[in-house]
Every structure is written in C-alpha cells, then in structure tokens.
C-alpha cells in the first residue's frame, strides 16, 4: 500500500455469514459481515437473537483485555473477544467499513488462522464508496520496551512488518517474517498460519476453564518432548508460528481505526505489546500525521486520530 494508491474507502459488496466454535468458551458462535457506508470504520454488534447488547468500533480505545487476545469491552457481559484474525484479514484486504453481527461472546475460531475471513470477504467481493480513504503515516520512531521484548514504528513508504520471536524451545526458537502488507503477501504467506501452544498450557486454560474450544483443529499445538501434534504438521514448514504472530500483529494494528504508513517492529511481542505500541503512537501526535488520498496529491488532514476513533458506545 502506497500514498499514491490508497484510493476510496470500500465496504463488502454483500452480506456473508460464518459458524464455529469460539475457541475460550467451547460454544457455537456465528458472526455475519454486513455492509457499511462510508466513514462507519469497523463496528462489532454483539447480538442476542435480534437483540442489540453491545456496540463497539474497532479502535484502540475500546480494548479491553490483552492477555490470551485481543478483547473489545470491559465487562464479560458485553465484551467481544478474539477479534484479531477477523481484523487481520479485514484490513490486509482493504476492507475500510464493515458492521460485524456477532451471536456470541466471542468470534469463531475456524482453523485458527485468518484464512476463513479473508476467502469469505474474496467470495463476495468489495464496494468502493465514494469517499477518499485516509491513512496515518508515521513521522518518527516511537519505541517501547518491557523486559526483554520491545516493539516500534518507524517511517516508510508502504505499510510494512518485522516480527521476531524467540522461543526458549528448540522446536521455534528464534524465527523471524518481515515482509510488506498487500492483499497477495497477506493471503500467501500469513493468512493461513494457525494459533498455536504447548499442550502444558492448554491443559492449563482447560482447567481455569479457558481455552475450552481449542482443539487440534484450530490449533498448532506442541507436546513437552517438543514436537507438533498435530498428524498434518505444519502449514509453513518450520515458521508457522513467527507467521502467525505477525499474523496477530496485523490485526492488533488495525485498531488504529484506518491503515498505517510505516513499518511495525517486533521482537518478543504479542497482543499486549502491539496494542501498547499502537497507545504510544496515537498519543504522540507529533509522530504521525493523517493523509488523505486526492488527485495529484496528498493532503494531510490535521484532526487527532484519537478523535476520529471515538468509541461507538460500550
């Protein structure tokens, strides 16, 4: 994605439903991608039956819980979690408006990846509005660290990521992706990398009553003689797991409310790490500036992201 390329905002061209199991709570979920107009940004409707519960646009300051996901809400009744691989797919594919009707607490975990999202989005294809989209573009390094992991966005021309991990395992160890965000780069080489975990902790979560949707079939998991369970194997021979952790990363910065200019460094990060790297930067506004895509140039448009993300309700 370039300056020069953004062109206008785009919504989903019709209506499209997907059904799974929500991997923390075991239970059926469905969510359905509806079509939304111009300047909606995305917004996640948690549904009982026709029953509106909650409402949040998908924004860094609706996040509630970073711990094992990526949580729109504060309180259990009403939150929306596990919303990362469905905005990963969302924002590597340009989708820029969107209502999501969610029966449930949380999303689907499908196979674990974004996969599923961003073919059912490919299936019904997008809509472009009539409404030139906007970008943040990163103006300087804004860097954070906690212990040994840290996490920065630095300038550039494209949207870009380099995620390392480094695990104390010899079967991850440390594995590195970087790469530049496209709809083709997304969908062959993150799109498909599923969560994973070692199966210590997965008993873990099934005994604090977490995790209880998570099975070999939305998940890597490795045993404690460290190797795959899974009789498939990998999907990516070897990187999977750094693949999906820029995967999640994708997701955690679409929450800045519209696509990024810059590149996005990790190392030893997650989603507590992304979502305070993507604090530090909207709280900065002299680190970045908004732009907006017109013919023959670029206007820089001066109004706060933090503004322009105000939450829809909670």
Known sequence: MTIGSLGFQTTIAQAVTLSGTGVHSGAGVSITFLPAEADSGI??????GQTLLSEFRAVSVNVGNTDLCTVLGFSPATAIATIEHVMAALYAIGVDNLIVEVQGGEMPIMDGSSAPFFEAIEQVGLKALAVKRRVIRVLKPVRIEHGASWSEFLPHDVMRFEVDIDFDTPLIGRQSWKGDI??????????????????????????AGRGLGSSLENSVVISDDNTVINVEGLRYQGDEFVRHKTLDAVGDLALAGMPFVGIYR???GGHKMNAYALKALMSDPTAYEIVESVPNRARILREPVLAAAASVSA
């Open 266 to 268: 990790s190392y030893r």
């Open 182 to 207: 496209t709809p083709a780069t997304f969908k062959r080489e993150l799109s498909r990398a599923r969560t994973f975990g070692f199966m210590r902790d997965v008993e873990r979560m099934w005994a």
């Open 43 to 48: 917004v996640f409707q948690r549904m009982d």
